[in-house]
């Protein structure tokens, strides 16, 4: 990445909006830029070296659904893995397939590093992706709808309810449905409505009995409400002994339409969703209020082209032509699926209490070396961390007496007299956010740094933003042309002999709702030299210091890249002269060209080079000559894996790093990333220990093949299930272990 200024809001100074400093920054960003290294393919392999990113990720959306379809996943968990699936697809297609389209349409016709052009990326990406929407379809259909009957959970159809049912859901659809119900006509007088992306629609015919004319209609299926409808009211879904009915929103709009069209015959309905372009871009260079112009940008996000229309499978021809014709569609965007549409709206039936259909609850415990001496509730964080170094695992390890008791102590200590902080995600009732403002209230001097530009959260970041900056937090945007996606706490405290610093260094976002579902490692520390390193990267983010050096840290994206390609290459070297050399890498996408082909270089010198990989691997192992001894792995389950971590064996004095970065070009040239390296021998041998459980052939978990297919290995050849990872380290967890 680059360093550049910060962009300013109403309380900027005048310089830091001049041309002057503009163009300062500019000269900044680009001097870091040219330090990167560039791509250099292995001798001999090409193109096909690598596996085209698009399709990997949705093959790591099929591997969601396949924990769907398992049926040893608690029954209820294999809900809310439909419910993710859909909406990981939809995001996929506002953003990638609506990148592809939007290339293709400007005459970027750049092949892929896989060698796919743009326009053969999209046509296989769209037959893939239709299938694994069947897929998802059936696995609803024909395995999860009737496992929930079986436990007496249905999705029922009006037809098959009783008078009385009827009677109660058409008092609510009077109530509290009908009165936010805008019927829109098509005819001369009325155009055809905009149709905003992912809304549930009815497509409605309705004939004049006078005339017989028959005419178009559209409902929206209001968002704001519920999806699923308790027939039998919201406490017999939580008793396993009563019969828990639901019925669609959408079908109990359907058989009210009369309603809606008083003195007008309703012929048929249909149900459509349309998917938009909603990737937000902002020229930042030209924006002299940011959070300004990122509103205006969400604003024109509602109306983003279509990128997909999903309609059911019964649907009339006429009005299959009239939607694609008006919405501006071609035949290639229109997927024709089973009813009913849009899983997402699935995700309440996995929310029902009914214990023995999910998994086993879990409470995070406090971490010992929290807890050595004291109880939870009074644990002093920075004791803790004046005697060692303190490593997280979230959720194992509880966030709230963790994380978050670092900050709310720091916001209530009066020696404290600093606190930094970045935000690039947090929850709409955040006690971090609570701490930062307690903090300025409380005379200390707070700095937040807020990703505005966070994909999907740019709204709630530029609420919190406005919140902190009125509670006198100095709130500032980070570096132009980039997003500040490290996970940073700094704090400052006087002591008797001196001023210490403080420091959280995370892999993932200050958020205490996901932090009970992600799985991420964070440092406590007190260590000087990582007090330096986070000092300068907060002044580097708030002021002007393009040319900062670290010790413990490597930054993105002056120096992330190449920090880990000399070190994969310390590894090459070393191998060569029979020191141990060894290459584990642990993220979330590996996608990045220079990264990828320093690990095949590694894999040719003979290093054994290890990959935990959640989600894309452009990465081909296996192929002789190339990448034999590389093995690459994903690990997915009840929590979401994401935690980045780097081990390298460095000939025998093990190095380990853990941090924000995945290894994907936005991550190592346009967002500022760090990482930090771990000195505690005890948490280098613990983590070295946890991967190779992750990597072990014991553990359940997905293989990637040389071909790019992923072959799941969830039982031993006696037919025993292997270890799931996340329920050993629960049980380590419940044990003290952590």
């Known amino acids: 990445m680059t360093t550049e200024k910060a962009a300013r809001d109403a309380h900027s100074s005048p310089l830091a909006k001049s041309e002057t400093a503009s163009a300062r920054a500019t000269e900044d960003r680009i001097e870091l830029l040219e330090e990167q290294p560039s791509i250099e393919p292995d001798g001999g392999f090409g193109e096909e070296r690598f596996l085209d990113r698009e399709m990997s990720w949705l093959d790591f959306n099929a591997r969601v659904l396949e924990l769907a379809e398992d049926e040893a996943t608690p029954l209820l968990e294999r809900v809310s893995f439909l419910s993710i699936f859909a909406s990981n697809l939809d995001e996929f297609f506002m953003v990638r397939v609506a990148g592809l389209k939007r290339r293709i349409a400007t005459g970027i016709a750049v092949p892929s590093a896989a060698g796919i052009s743009p326009t053969d990326q999209l046509d296989a990406l769209e037959t893939a992706s239709f299938a694994l929407q069947l897929r998802h379809a059936r696995a609803f259909a024909e395995s999860v709808r009737p496992a929930l009957e079986k436990h007496n959970i249905f999705l029922a159809e009006w037809s098959e309810l009783d008078d009385e049912s009827k009677a109660r859901l058409t008092t609510y659809f009077n109530e509290q449905v009908f009165p936010i119900l805008t019927p829109l006509a098509v005819d001369p007088a009325h155009p055809f409505p905009y149709i905003s992306g992912l809304s549930l629609n009815l497509a409605v015919i309705v004939r004049n009995p006078l005339s017989g004319k028959e005419l178009f209609a559209r409902v929206k299926v209001p968002d704001q409400l519920s999806r699923l409808i308790p027939v039998d009211g919201a406490r017999a879904a939580s008793q396993a002994s009563r019969v828990a009915r639901y019925i669609t929103l959408e079908n109990l709009i359907a058989v009210h339409l009369e309603q809606l069209f008083p003195g007008m015959e309703v012929v048929e309905h249909h149900v459509f ?50 939607l ?29 209490d009914r214990p023995t259909l999910r998994f086993s609850p879990h409470v995070a415990h406090t971490n010992r070396y929290l807890n050595e001496s004291e109880t939870s509730k009074s644990a002093n964080v920075f004791a803790a961390m004046r005697r060692r170094d303190i490593l997280l695992h979230h959720p194992y390890d509880s966030f709230s007496t963790s994380v978050q008791a670092f900050l709310e102590q720091a916001a209530a200590d009066p020696q404290v007299q600093a606190i930094k902080q970045t935000l690039y995600r947090t929850s709409g009732d955040s006690p971090i956010v609570d701490a930062l403002i307690d903090a300025a209230e409380a005379g200390k001097q707070v700095l937040a740094l807020v990703e505005i530009k966070a994909r999907f959260d740019e709204q709630a970041n530029i609420s919190w933003a406005r919140k902190l900056e009125k509670a006198g937090v100095h709130v500032v945007y980070g570096i132009v042309g980039l997003k500040t996606h490290s996970k940073l706490s700094l704090v400052v405290r006087a002591e008797k002999d001196g001023l210490r610093r403080y420091c959280h260094i995370g892999t993932g976002n200050y958020h205490p709702r996901t932090a009970r579902y992600y799985e991420d490692l964070g440092l406590l520390t007190a260590d000087p030299e990582v007090g330096e390193d986070v000092s300068r990267l907060f002044n580097q983010l708030s002021g002007y210091a393009p040319k900062s050096t670290f010790k413990r840290l490597l930054v993105a994206p002056r120096a992330l890249r190449s920090g ?18 060894r290459v584990i890498i642990k993220v979330n996408s590996m996608v990045d060209e220079a990264v990828i082909d320093a690990l095949y270089r590694a894999s040719q010198a003979g ?38 971590v780097f081990v390298f064996a460095n000939g025998g004095q093990t190095s380990v790093y853990i941090g924000s970065a995945d290894m994907m070009h936005r991550n190592l040239d346009r967002r500022v990333e760090a990482l930090v ?35 799941r290995h969830s039982r ?5 299930p292997l270890e799931d990872i996340q329920e050993w380290l629960l049980a380590r967890a419940k044990n003290g272990k952590n």
């Open 273 to 322: 969703r349309v998917t938009r372009n909603e990737d937000v871009e902002v020229e930042e260079d030209d924006a002299e209020n940011l959070l300004k112009a990122l509103e205006k940008e969400l604003l024109r996000r509602r109306f983003g082209p279509p990128v997909r229309l999903e309609i059911t499978k019964d649907i009339n021809p006429n009005v299959r032509a009239l």
């Open 324 to 352: 694609i014709r008006e919405l501006g569609v071609n035949e290639e965007e229109v997927y024709a699926l089973p009813a009913p549409l849009d899983l997402r709206g699935l995700a309440p039936l996995g929310q029902i």
């Open 564 to 581: 880990l390609i000399e070190r994969i290459e310390r590894e090459i070297a070393n191998a060569a002269v029979g020191k141990p050399a």
């Open 607 to 644: 290093v054994q080079v290890d990959v935990v990989v959640r989600g894309i691997c452009a990465l081909r192992p296996g192929i002789p000559g190339l990448s034999e001894n590389i093995r690459v792995r994903s690990i997915l389950g009840r929590f979401l894996e994401h935690s980045r």
């Open 677 to 711: 390296e771990l000195r505690d021998q005890r948490q280098v041998k613990e983590i070295l220990s946890l991967l190779d459980r992750y990597l072990a052939e014991t553990t359940a978990s997905w293989h990637l093949t040389q071909s790019g297919a992923w072959e």
């Open 716 to 720: 031993d050849a006696e037919g025993n």
